[in-house]
């Protein structure tokens, strides 16, 4: 473990006192010296994850990407991750792009989202406000599906028909028409854009903020 922590420093030629960087590097993520010394096979998954982030943070950087960050873990253990990297960002000043499919895990640690369909980016806007009134149909549809742990909530589920599009075979105008319940004849020819600073919407008839879902639906 040890030497992957240190292996940075390695490749990047960086003259630094390689056992105190290790130490150093573990500690900030919650594991003691002594890890250095163990063998890959012999951690938790969560002791795992939080040797990666060791070795994401060793040389300082300015941005992290990380790709499902808690995928196969626990669900306990995937929030001491999540707190672990909330923790670093903001001791380290750090700017973090996280890419996942458990909304979750977006709800918990992200300032602003971006949810994508076809590798295009359809609403981009801060987090709780685009949880709380979703404007693209697609983020709509996406955070129905969204398990709510309240049962006192009640949630409308939207359900998308027909299936996802080849990328080899796009649709024309918006790629979304094929499956959006509020589709319309524009949408099927003209491609529409994200506009917008705070939020970016890539559609023609956003939803209206605050309206229900089956109201938008009937109007059209």
Sequence with gaps: VGDLVAEPFHIHKIKANITEETERLLSLVGLSGDFANRYPHQLSGGQARRVGVARAIALNPKLIIADEP???????????????LNDLRERMNLAMIIITHNLHVVHHVADRMAVMYLGRIVELGETESMFSAPAHPYTAALLSANPEPDPDKAKERISLPAEVPSLLARPSGCEFHTRCPWVQSRCKTDQPFANGEVRSIACHYPLAPGAKLSEEQSST
């Design 70 to 84: 808690t995928a196969g873990l626990d669900v306990s253990v995937q929030g001491e991750v999540l707190n672990l």
